[in-house]
């Protein structure tokens, strides 16, 4: 069985037993975490989407917190002496698909 789910305002794709990394959510590793908002379902070429998907996407939280890349952004004005730097790594967690009821 197939999935789309929207987790923090990004879609992402999923299938029992996949692992992936989403915006962070709050809790601590072994926790279980529920998504009622799924667009779309895909079961044995029976398609579901819309206001005729009844489906809800539960997962385990593997790890916590893990950081992104560091993101760099730079401004300068050339013959100004004006330059600024600015960087953050964004806040990742891992998270478990165990099943799509």
């Known amino acids: 069985m197939l999935a789309i789910v929207k987790i923090a305002g990004q879609q992402f794709k999923v299938k029992a037993g996949d692992s992936l990394y989403v915006p962070h959510i709050a809790g601590k ?5 529920e998504f009622s908002e799924v667009l779309l379902t895909s079961n044995n070429n029976q398609v579901n989407a819309g206001n005729t998907v009844n489906a ?3 997962a385990e939280i593997v790890n916590d917190l893990v950081k992104g890349d560091k993101v ?3 401004k300068m004005k050339r013959r100004k002496g004006f330059r600024k730097k600015h960087g953050h790594r964004t806040q990742y967690t891992q998270i478990k ?5």
């Open 56 to 58: 809800v996407v539960k």
């Open 29 to 33: 590793p072994g926790d279980v975490v």
């Open 72 to 74: 760099i952004a730079f």
């Open 97 to 101: 698909v165990t099943s799509i009821a």
